[in-house]
T-cell receptor, first 109, second 113 residues
Framework: QKEVEQNSGPLSVPEGAIASLNCTYS??????FFWYRQYSGKSPELIMF????GDKEDGRFTAQLNKASQYVSLLIRDSQPSDSATYLC?????????FGKGTRLSVIA | KAGVTQTPRYLIKTRGQQVTLSCSPI?????VSWYQQTPGQGLQFLFE???????NKGNFPGRFSGRQFSNSRSEMNVSTLELGDSALYLC????????????FGPGTRLTVT
């Protein structure tokens, strides 16, 4: 079983819609959860992190964590074409971070 | 505040050669981690350094090595390059060790011919 799993996509959403990205992890003892955005040819950029069960909002982004079900999700409201990128989920128990392979998001204007 | 910097940004080497990549973390950050990113394998952890000591190592052969200096700058070295070493090498820094946010540099694109 892969440690961190993400649907590779592409996930296509129309401009203005909500994009929902999901990630599951296998290590029940995982403590910290991160979402990175990576544009083609660029390095990953940290956009959200969450440590506790529930929701965490930052602007158009909401991270949701459910430790009992071992999943973490990222919602992007009012999706824009500039949100088109690969979104990487990363999970941490101690160190190091374990990354999923990412979900490619395409926002259609 | 300046971000993580990596040099060089691009590198072309031939098989059998060795290469050294450099990473300067965000000012005040003491932990530096290195990752290899390829289209097939995604982001894979190489090693982590904190206080000049390697704290964790990923599942890579001994040809991959690294070090950290007293100013937290880090270098990684790959000896006897193979074609499969072609990848984007990313350095990430965090304030301290542990489950904290890591910030990536722009990466070094290594091509082995």
């Amino acid at each position: 079983q892969k440690e961190v799993e993400q649907n590779s996509g592409p996930l296509s959403v129309p401009e203005g819609a909500i994009a929902s990205l999901n990630c599951t992890y296998s290590d029940r003892g995982s403590q910290s959860f991160f979402w990175y955005r990576q544009y083609s040819g660029k390095s990953p950029e940290l956009i959200m992190f969450i440590y506790s069960n529930g929701d965490k909002e930052d602007g158009r982004f909401t991270a949701q964590l459910n430790k009992a079900s071992q999943y973490v999700s990222l919602l992007i409201r009012d999706s824009q074409p500039s949100d088109s990128a690969t979104y990487l989920c990363a999970v941490n128990k101690n160190t190091p971070l374990v990354f999923g392979k990412g979900t490619r998001l395409s926002v259609i204007a | 505040k300046a971000g993580v910097t990596q040099t060089p940004r691009y590198l072309i080497k031939t098989r059998g050669q060795q290469v050294t990549l450099s990473c300067s973390p965000i000012s005040g950050h003491r932990s530096v981690s290195w990752y290899q990113q390829t289209p097939g394998q995604g982001l894979q952890f190489l090693f982590e350094y904190f206080s000049e000591t390697q704290r964790n190592k990923g599942n890579f052969p001994g040809r991959f090595s690294g070090r950290q200096f007293s100013n937290s700058r880090s270098e990684m070295n790959v000896s006897t390059l193979e074609l499969g070493d072609s990848a984007l090498y990313l350095c990430a820094s965090s304030l301290v060790r542990g489950p904290y946010e890591q910030y990536f540099g722009p990466g070094t694109r290594l091509t082995v011919t």
